[in-house]
């Protein structure tokens, strides 16, 4: 029997990941909790639900006014949460 390369540890856990389909699910977890640190505590506040489906992060909001204003930056928004994540994981965020 022949002795393979040693791999780390979080290189295994990607593939095995990646292989069960769960690295997308853990993407989604991860941009839900990247949310109130990336907009701040004043936005957080006025954000009751956040969700990613097909590519389309939907945030429900309680402010017009603050929907308004995050609808005029949109494509920085969707840019920064994928930079941050690390993948092209949001196509579209939808303001309610």
Not at 64 to 84: D, G, H, P, Q, T
Request: positive net charge.
């Amino acid at each position: 029997m022949k002795r393979q390369e040693a791999m780390p540890v979080g290189e295994i856990l990607r593939n095995l990941l990646k292989a069960q389909h769960l690295d997308t699910k853990l993407d989604e977890i991860k941009l839900i909790k990247l949310w109130p640190q990336m907009m701040g505590p004043t936005i957080a506040e006025y954000t009751q639900q956040i969700y990613l489906k097909n590519g389309t992060l939907y945030i429900s909001l309680t402010s017009a006014v603050l929907r308004n204003e995050l609808l005029m930056c949109r494509e920085m928004l969707i840019e920064r949460l994928n930079k941050e994540i690390g993948s092209p994981l949001v196509k579209d965020i939808i303001f309610r």
